[in-house]
């Protein structure tokens, strides 16, 4: 106030005369006698905001209403404010909770509680090495909740997950242990696309063998600014799981049961009758005469899917037990899985155990989490839903006609000549069996020198104890296979990683400003083994027709093994700012090393920026039903070295012998057999990334979008030459290919809490577009079976001859020429396929394939929809994938007729009396009708698939007391129950491994029709 007054004291005596300066004193003197009186009138408010559970809420905006006056709440939630009177009114409001006013009266020391909204802005996802806000992310996270995934009666974490974030591609078969195909935002490399998944800090894999029920949270990390905490592991992507922990308080005991049968898909086959006269056609449309056709057998008619299918079973049984005190707190779990095949003889087991606690005295903490697993897997011999189509209704499945080749039948060259397989005999002459015994776990401690500074070590450790057992009895399966004696194989392996993290945390708010950093250290080691050993003619026992398969037994031993390592040494750091929740930035770089690369590449360095600003933050931001909005960008490197632990160094053969001297005398050498490249260096991922999330009309609909393009380059690719360089043994890698990918990802979920039917609804949408950049080494192309990747088009196009219809009669054979009047198809006769001959030459060549379609899907959405009334909550999930262009490799099949196999039932040929039809004429023995590599299979592949649907009812609580539980609930549940599709194959959504074959339904083991009753409850 002294210097308000000396200010205006010497501006007055400057300017006025001396009756005007004496009036304007006076006036001088009340106006600040009245900001004296108003500035002792000010009332200091203190206090603390919560929210439900007791916890400060930190940065909550404090703020006099109707002025510009505000304050923020420290990190636990305490704020001071200085306010005009006791008649003003304060409202406290924060991003996820519903604002609150208070009139000030009396109170000077304030506690207010927020209630949380229906919205998880608030909810803490686990971004690497560290945690964030979900409202304060700056890359694109999506968050999964575990119970979506665990509901649905899966063996892996990956089949749980489809149709449940955007940009996450999912296909699964239900083959029993079969691990899902799952791909993050496109293929972005030509190895391994597998994400890399983080359980507790261990850097490990969510295979087979790992249990879905432990899971507490789940987070995909998609782009580069999100993924590159984890450097050169990230370009495929990261998929962070926190496992389930104890909570204080008594011991709680949670126990859950899910029994389900499942069924496969079945084609439509014909029988023998109808078989026999399309067969005789065949033959005769070929020229044969009828003493050349197949002696067919009529006393059969075997339904080969009937012998080989079954009802397939699965079982899924948890229980854990939880609880602490102020100390610490643990949890013990327990599993047991149990899937019966669809496929006679085929079958997944898996026994868990999981033990996680954690304690603190004082700044020190201390926790692991352990578990235990062991699974066994009896496999599929060869692929039976080949093998139901190849084989004959006319053919038996026992023929005892041939007692030293088996009792199974298999077709003669007379009465069925075929190349098919006999299923049954194949399952039952065969046995191959994988178990695996795995730990894995960590152990972690910190020191918290302060609130806001602390450090932790992690230390990993995982282990994994194989054992693989084939062992063939005496015996054939098909026609004209070699007379092979019994054989035992045993395969042992052991791998094993260990980890060590050393990382120092900083968290710390000054007003609005805040800060967060995290700096670190990482070595991890792998190592395996293996031995192998194999004997031939087991010991076989007459009497009661066993085999005694132990490796004691039999003759011609051979045995091998080897020993392989690689290490990665990462050092890291990642810095966020937040200013007032409004502005927010974070910068992240890792470096890398690895051995798996050449002498002069080991080291990467791999570095991202990602920045939001929070709209509805700003004050001239004024729009009721928009309660969060935020828009962010991002931009990052990541990398990868997915590939084996030399491919560096050339590959020596010690096995090679030679005989030299007088005395003939063999002496053991060595060659080289591959040939290697010493340059080998990082595949590069550079990701741009940008997309808004919004939370509307009252945080009932949350909405996020992202648009990204990603570039891979350097692509660690094979690389196809001559064997006249004297490679043999496999062909090198190079860095040769750049990918790129570009796509569009929307979602967003529809919450409603308000009335007596509470019901939400969520959608996603991913549209996804690949394209080859370059092929390196001047190559313009490649090819690979019906496919063509050229560079500025979509990898693995269909590449192929192309159908026009089919020729009525010989004038329109005659006809077809070229411009120069050549008769294009001379040789073909009415009812064959006419095709198209693109470069005009005058006949049907290589020349004339041509690109002619793509097997991506151009988009692909998750409907995931729910509602409850009172104790019944009915959910479904739907998935979509449209725009692909598939190959129908059953039809290519069926359809051949140049071969014997079986035939579909409704197939309708050609003939001259019914030329209506759209299908050739059947001839066996020619390839006019029946090539492979023309479009005549290939199929809209879209589809619309009902992947889950369950109704629950959850006990009432005055009964449970009775029983003394404290929460019980009963499901009935589908899956895969109902599919819109247009594709006549199996099953859509099909999985080829081959990258360039993506779309090439090539008997793939569907997916599963699953009914299942399941029980959970707790006390």
């Known amino acids: 106030m002294k210097v308000i007054k ?187 696309s597998k994400p890399l998944y983080v359980i507790d800090g261990l850097i490990t894999t969510a295979n087979r063998d790992f249990n879905p029920d432990d899971i507490e949270s789940l987070q995909i990390l998609k782009d580069a600014s999100a993924a590159a905490i984890y450097g050169s592991r990230a370009a495929n992507g990261v998929i962070i799981i926190t496992t389930k922990k104890g909570k204080s308080g008594p011991m709680h005991i949670d126990a859950s049961a899910k029994m389900g049968v499942q069924t496969t898909p079945r084609y439509s086959l014909t029988k023998t009758p109808q078989f026999v006269s399309l067969n005789d056609s065949a033959y005769a449309n070929a020229g044969y005469t009828p003493d050349k056709w197949q002696k067919h057998n009529l006393s059969n008619n075997t339904d080969w899917q009937d012998a080989t299918f079954r009802t397939g079973s699965m079982q899924d049984y948890n229980v854990s037990f939880s609880g602490g005190g102020q100390g610490g707190t643990y949890l013990v779990s327990a599993n047991y899985f149990d899937n019966k095949g669809v496929v006679i003889s085929t079958g997944f087991k898996r026994l868990g155990l999981r033990v996680n606690s954690q304690g603190s005295k004082g700044i020190f903490s201390i926790g692991e989490n352990v578990a235990i697993t062991n699974a066994q897997s009896d496999e599929m011999s060869g692929n039976p839903y080949v093998d139901v189509v190849r084989m004959l209704p006319t053919i038996g499945v026992y023929d005892p006609s041939h007692p030293a080749k088996g009792p199974y039948g298999f077709g003669n060259p007379d009465s069925a000549n075929t190349f098919g397989t006999n299923p049954v005999a194949h399952t039952n002459l065969e046995d191959v069996n994988n178990e695996n015994f795995r730990v894995r776990g960590n152990i972690w401690s910190e020191l918290k020198f302060t609130p806001w500074l602390k450090y932790r070590l992690n230390l990993g450790y995982e282990t994994s104890n194989d054992h693989y057992k084939y062992f063939r009895k005496k015996g054939d399966w098909t026609l004209n296979q070699p007379d092979d004696p019994s054989i035992l194989n045993e395969n042992r392996a052991r791998w094993e990683t260990s980890l060590i993290e050393n990382t120092l945390n900083f968290n710390k708010s000054f007003g609005r400003h805040a800060i967060t950093a995290v700096v670190g250290q990482t070595y991890q080691h792998d190592h395996y083994e293996q031995i192998w050993g194999n004997k031939r003619n087991i010991l076989y026992n007459s009497s009661n027709g066993t085999y005694y398969p132990v490796l004691d037994q039999g003759n011609s031993p051979t045995t091998g093994g080897f020993t ?318 449209f725009g692909a262009t598939v190959y129908n490799g059953y039809h290519s099949v069926v359809d051949r007729f140049d071969d014997n196999s079986n035939y579909r039932t409704d197939v309708n040929p050609w003939t001259p009396t019914n030329t209506n039809t759209s299908f050739p004429r059947i001839v066996y023995a020619s390839n006019l009708n029946s090539r492979g590599d023309s479009d005549r299979w290939l199929e809209n592949g879209s589809f619309f698939r009902m992947k889950y649907v369950s109704i629950a009812y959850t006990i009432p609580s005055p009964l449970l007391k009775k029983i003394g539980f404290s929460n019980a609930q009963v499901s009935l549940s589908g899956q895969n129950l109902i599919t819109f599709t247009k594709y006549s194959g199996l099953d859509p959504e099909f999985v080829n491994t081959n990258i360039f074959q993506k779309g090439f339904d090539n008997f793939a083991f569907p997916n599963l029709k699953t009914y299942s009753l399941g029980i959970q409850f707790g006390f």
Not at 625 to 635: E, G
Request: with cysteine; net charge positive.
């Open 564 to 881: 392989q390592d690689a290490v990665l040494l990462s050092y890291l750091g990642r810095l966020e700012y937040s200013y007032d929740d409004r502005y927010l930035l974070n910068a992240v770089i890792r470096r890398d090393g690895t051995s798996r690369l050449g002498p002069d590449y080991k080291w990467g360095d791999f570095p991202s920026v990602s920045a939001a600003w929070r709209i509805s933050k700003e004050k001239f931001f004024n729009i009721p039903w928009v309660n969060d909005l935020k828009v962010r960008a991002s931009y990052g490197t990541l990398g990868s070295s997915n590939i084996g632990y030399w491919d560096y160094i050339p590959l020596i053969n010690t096995n090679s012998t030679m005989v030299l001297g007088s005395g003939q005398t063999v002496q053991s050498g060595a060659t080289q057999v591959q040939l290697a490249n010493e340059n080998l260096k990082w595949e590069k991922l550079i990701q741009q990334n940008y997309g808004f999330d919004a939370t509307l009309f009252d945080y009932r609909l949350a909405v996020t979008a992202e648009y990204f393009i990603s570039k891979t380059q350097d692509v660690l690719s094979t690389m196809y030459i001559p064997r006249t360089t004297g490679n043999d043994g496999g062909f090198p890698r190079v860095n040769a290919v750049s990918l790129q990918n570009t796509g569009f990802e929307f979602s967003a979920t529809y919450r409603e809490n308000k009335s007596a039917v509470k019901y939400w609804a969520g959608v996603n949408l991913t549209f996804l577009k690949n394209k080859i950049l370059d092929l390196g080494y001047n190559r313009a192309e490649i090819i690979d079976g019906n496919t063509k990747s050229t560079v500025g088009e979509s990898l693995g196009m269909w590449y192929l001859y192309q159908t026009d219809g089919l020729f009525q009669n010989q004038s329109e054979i005659d006809n077809y020429k070229n411009k120069d009047g050549k008769v294009i198809q001379s040789g073909a006769k009415p009812g064959d396929i006419r095709f198209k001959d693109n470069n005009g030459d005058g006949q049907i060549s290589s020349d004339d394939r041509k690109v002619v379609a793509s097997p991506w899907p151009k988009w692909e959405m998750g409907l995931n929809l729910g509602a409850t009334y009172k104790n019944f909550e009915v959910t479904m999930n739907w998935f979509g994938s």
């Open 6 to 192: 000396s200010f205006w004291k010497g501006l007055l005596c400057a300017s006025l005369s001396r009756p005007m300066r004496k009036a304007a004193m006076l006036g001088l003197i009340i106006i600040s006698s009245q900001i004296s009186i108003f500035a002792q009138n000010k009332i200091k408010v203190t206090g603390a905001v919560t929210d439900s559970t007791g916890r400060g809420v930190e940065n909550a905006t404090v703020s006099e209403k109707g002025t510009k006056t505000t304050a923020v709440t420290a990190a636990n939630g305490s704020f001071a404010i200085n306010v005009a009177s006791e008649n003003s009114v304060l409202v406290i409001s924060s991003v996820g909770y519903s604002s609150k006013e208070i009139k000030v009266g009396g109170l000077t020391n304030l506690h207010v509680q927020l209630q949380q909204m229906s919205s998880s802005l608030q909810d803490v996802v686990v971004v690497g090495y560290g945690s964030q806000k979900k409202a304060n992310l700056t890359g694109a996270v999506s968050v999964v909740r575990p119970e979506e995934i665990t509901k649905r009666q899966v063996t892996t974490v990956a089949e749980g997950l489809q149709g449940l974030a955007s940009g996450v591609n999912v296909r699964g078969g239900g083959q029993p242990g079969s691990e899902a195909v799952i791909q993050i935002r496109g293929l972005k490399s030509l190895s391994d």
